[in-house]
């Protein structure tokens, strides 16, 4: 049922008290495709988005258009070998329930990547990553609707993946509407431990070991959302030619750097935002995090526009410093 005037509230973890003017939920692929193909969505073809948790989302203001949300739940073993699973997975599962289920059935792939807020269809947009681990390792296929209703399975090399990018962020966006992932776990395999600290935080040698320290290393750096709004790392680390990185580290000696290539390499955004003196400081009800300068967070009833103009400021104070042009990882509304 097509809902007016819908409160997005509870829908985005920065906690926006914003409304769509319509909101549609469905249940099953076919109640898409109905509702597609209904004079319902006819006058929303141009303006309309489809969220998940919202938790990468910035409203700036009311939706006046149509907002998409999946609550395709289901979650079906489709394939079994000796060595590991096809699982089949609706896009409205919360992304760490299904993160649960694999380490509960000791199923390897999926550890690295616990308590990343999110849904199950978001997370083959965005390719999600964290401690070593890229949600691209795991994807089978990817099940979408077209917007005539025209079903569409797209192969891991097909959905282009790159850092926290595929070709639903870009050559397709909005033109599919993800209903259901495959991803491939494994019966056995080498835990993967090598990134930062997280060797000496896990505890044991199974895949709940490695889950346990994941979220636990997540609760110590990473503010709740539940209790300060917020959408994770605001800011995309900015990649820059290597000849500009050896210029500034004339100037600043400990800059760090992430190789990319023989040519470029990555800053980390939260390093440069925390030169600037931003780390731990407000404007008006929008602040930057006090432990993780990339984290923008919104002290209580902060309005997208506030979150915007604290976002300009340091953008431009980025760069005036260092020259580097930094942009928003969070899609701003
Ligand atoms: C505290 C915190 C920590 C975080 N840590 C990480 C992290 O470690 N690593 C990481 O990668 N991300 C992280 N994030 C970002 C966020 O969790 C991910 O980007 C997540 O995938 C967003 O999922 P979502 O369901 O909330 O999507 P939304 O924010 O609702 O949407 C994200 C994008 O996906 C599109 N989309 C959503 N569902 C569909 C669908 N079914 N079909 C087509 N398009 C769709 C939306 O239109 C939008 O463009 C963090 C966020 C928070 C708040």
């Known amino acids: 049922m097509l809902i007016r005037d819908y409160s997005l509230l509870g829908h985005n973890t920065f906690g926006m008290d914003v409304k769509a003017a319509a909101y549609f939920e469905y249940t099953s692929k076919e109640a898409l495709r109905t509702f597609l193909l209904s004079s319902d969505f006819e006058p929303y073809r141009e303006c309309f988005l489809v969220i998940g948790a919202g938790s990468n989302l910035l409203f700036r203001k009311d939706y006046d258009g149509l907002v998409l949300h999946s609550a395709i739940r289901d979650l079906d073993i489709i394939e079994e070998t000796d060595d590991g699973v096809l699982v089949r997975v609706g896009s409205g599962v919360c992304w760490d329930d299904f993160v649960a289920w694999s380490v509960e059935r000791n199923l390897h792939g999926a550890e690295n990547l616990s308590g990343i807020p999110g849904e199950v269809g978001a997370s083959a947009v ?17 099940e979408a609707l077209g917007l005539d209703g025209e079903e569409r399975l797209f192969s891991n090399e097909e959905c282009n993946y790159g850092y926290r990018d595929s070709i639903f962020k870009r050559e397709l966006k909005g033109k599919y509407i993800i209903t259901a992932v495959t991803y491939r776990l494994c019966k056995q395999g080498n835990l993967n431990l090598s990134y930062g600290n997280l060797r ?15 979220c636990s290393l997540r609760a110590s750096k990473l503010p709740d959302p539940h209790t300060l709004g917020n959408a994770g790392s605001f800011f995309k680390n900015p990649v820059i030619p290597r000849w500009q ?54 002290l209580g009833g902060a309005t997208g526009g506030e979150v915007v103009s604290l976002a300009r400021h340091i953008v431009e104070d980025v760069h005036n410093k260092f020259g580097i042009e930094i942009s928003p990882e969070v899609n701003v509304i």
Request: hydrophobic share 40%; with cysteine; charged share 25%.
């Open 126 to 142: 965005q390719n999600i990553g964290a401690y070593g681990a890229e949600v691209c390792q795991l994807i089978e296929r990817v």
């Open 200 to 214: 000496e935080r896990v505890e044991g040698t199974t895949v709940n070991d490695v889950r346990e320290a994941v």
């Open 245 to 298: 990185y050896e210029h500034l580290r004339d100037v600043w000696p400990s800059i760090p750097c992430y190789k990319v290539d023989d040519e470029n390499v990555k800053v980390p955004a939260g390093w440069l935002i925390e030169q600037c003196g931003w780390k731990g400081c407000a404007l008006g009800r929008a602040a930057v995090h006090e432990h993780q300068a990339l984290v923008l967070v919104n």
